[in-house]
């Protein structure tokens, strides 16, 4: 496999999934600098959409994988998808050559752009990130590099979730600085009204501890009103092996 196709990889939300990173930069390129990611620190910081690799060049390492067989064709890898701004011509191009479904996994941070939003609605499933329910949470957990406000990022989920047809995930990553303020996340997910809701803390190596089965358990009792909610300790019970971003990137050379 080329240098834009990886995997397939197990994902607890998304179970066989082959990953697609349209941005295959060296190091994590990224709008965001989260304080638990799993890549370190963002290397090459950035806020602007431009092409990365070709659709070509897309097309012909998939010509490799035809016969695969995953559950989905998932974007995202060491890069925030949605800085590909041919990303909607990509996921054209995989549903057209392998018929899979497509997911997107974003952070949300270019959603209040239309285009943006108009290329994600072109995916099965989006999984869009909310952390922090203010913004100097925001700010300390995520460290942006876009001007974007949270507000603005969350009005633009909200109006992505009037428009989008497909499954929208929300994912919220609980650390210590935001264990505390599970009521306020009920309400945003109550608001945004997605189809699932991913409650999840660091696991993986990085410069920040992840919470317990028993605080994350406590979090998840905040969302008992809401229907599709889920807990990577509740997934890791189930054996479902959870997405490793780092595994990912050391197998990568070898596939
Ligand atoms: S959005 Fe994802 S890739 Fe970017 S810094 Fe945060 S955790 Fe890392």
Redesign the pocket.
């Known amino acids: 496999m080329g240098s834009i196709l990886y995997g397939p990889v197990s994902s607890w939300r998304l179970g066989r999934s082959l990953g697609v990173d349209l941005v295959s930069t060296k190091g994590?390129t990224?709008s965001?600098?989260?304080i638990?990611?799993q890549?370190g620190r963002?290397v090459h910081p950035l806020v602007r959409r431009r092409e990365f690799v070709t659709v070509s060049q897309l097309a012909q390492e998939l010509e490799t994988v035809r016969n695969i067989v995953v559950d989905y064709v998932t974007f995202s890898g060491v890069a925030?998808p949605t800085l590909a701004s041919n990303l909607g011509q990509a996921i054209e191009l995989v549903k057209s050559v392998l018929g899979s479904p497509v997911a997107v996994l974003t952070?949300s941070s270019l959603m209040p752009r239309e285009d943006v939003r108009r290329e994600l609605s072109q995916a099965d499933v989006v999984v869009a990130?909310v952390d922090a329910h203010n913004e100097e949470l925001f700010r300390r957990i995520?460290r942006p590099r876009i001007k974007s406000t949270l507000d603005e990022i969350l009005e633009a989920i909200r109006r992505f979730r009037e428009e989008y047809r497909g499954k929208l995930a929300l994912q919220m990553m609980f650390v210590e600085a935001s264990k505390t303020y599970a009521p306020e996340m009920e309400r945003i997910a109550e608001e945004l009204s997605p189809d699932e809701v991913q409650i999840n803390t660091p696991l993986r190596s990085c410069a920040v501890k992840p919470l317990t089965p028993e605080e994350i358990a406590a979090i998840r009792q905040e969302f008992a009103g809401l229907k599709g909610v889920v807990t990577v300790y509740e997934a890791l019970r189930l054996e479902v092996i959870p997405l490793n971003l780092e595994e990912t990137l050391r197998r990568r050379p070898k596939l």
Do not use: I, P, R, V
Request: aromatic share 16%; glycine share 0%; with cysteine.
């Open positions: 994590k990224c965001f600098d989260c638990y990611c890549l963002t925030e952070n990130k995520n």
